[in-house]
């Protein structure tokens, strides 16, 4: 069986796949100061708590944004598993062109979505990406990465209105049911989430404009906080929590 792992700057997230499907999945708060041994040790009791032994994995590939955990998180897959893990990074084959950007500057989880968006959709493609930030991609036909717009994540973008502000408080991030509001609380959550399907709308209406493609460009949704934007706007129609890990299968078929 396939593990495919995505380290996030918030989370670290687990598939583990049988064949083409995920029978499992976790998530874990990412921590770059846990040593090889606790995460592996922390993996190994995750699976199990599932009901899988760790000797049914056969297989790793790993993609991350994290630098400073490759290290224990490499020494941790090596020890518990017996397994060198597939890395997701420049030179890997996955039929993402970058024309106009280094290698080692695209992150590789966006390079993962494309790989499953381009597959599962075909092309020209928009992927949105809800995670620690916001990421606007967009793939042409053939492949080519033609433009990666980076915004603030809700997440991140709430936490700095609570952090720079000593009067508002931390709110629950949802739809408060209108946008005429009268109170702090449905005041910061309209903000946050109104705030961030306008820039959704926005963003996606001047890719496809500037693009200035002959036809429809699908657009498909991925990341944590998906789901509070998908159900509120019509400018994305298709949702794919588990787009990356897709992504990661794809990509290890592809290497392996």
């Not at 599932?50 to 290290?71: D, F, L, Q």
């Not at 408060?176 to 910061?188: A, D, M, V, Y």
């Not at 794809?250 to 392996?256: F, G, S």
Request: aromatic content about 8%.
């Amino acid at each position: 069986m396939l593990l495919a792992v995505d380290v996030g700057n918030t989370n670290i997230k687990y598939a583990l796949f049988e064949g083409d499907e995920i029978v499992t999945s976790f998530r874990v708060k990412t921590d770059t100061t846990k040593t090889s041994d606790e995460l592996g040790l922390s993996l190994i009791n995750l699976l199990k708590s599932k009901g899988y032994k760790p000797e049914v994995i056969n297989a790793v590939i790993i993609s991350s944004v994290v630098p400073y955990i490759m290290h224990a998180l490499n020494n941790a897959v090596l020890k518990f598993f017996e397994i060198p893990p597939m890395i997701v990074g420049p030179g890997m084959k996955t039929g993402i062109k970058l024309v106009k950007t280094a290698p080692s500057e695209a992150g590789t989880d966006r390079i993962v979505n494309g790989v499953a968006a381009l597959a599962l959709y075909g092309g020209p493609v928009i992927v949105v990406d809800y995670g620690t930030a916001t990421k606007f991609d967009l793939f042409s036909e053939d492949g080519v990465f033609e433009s990666a717009v980076t915004c603030p994540g809700m997440m991140l973008s709430a936490m700095t209105l609570w952090n720079g502000t000593a009067a508002l408080p931390e709110v629950e991030i949802k739809n408060p049911g209108s946008i005429i509001c009268k109170h702090t609380i449905p005041s910061l959550q309209a903000g946050i989430f109104y705030g961030k399907i306008g820039e959704a709308e926005y963003i996606i209406k001047k890719l496809k404009e500037e693009y200035a493609y002959d036809g429809d460009i699908p657009v498909v949704a991925t990341g944590g906080l998906v789901k509070i934007i998908f159900n509120e706007t019509d400018c994305i129609q298709y949702l794919e929590p588990n787009l990356t890990m897709y992504g990661l299968k794809m990509i290890y078929e592809k290497n392996k």
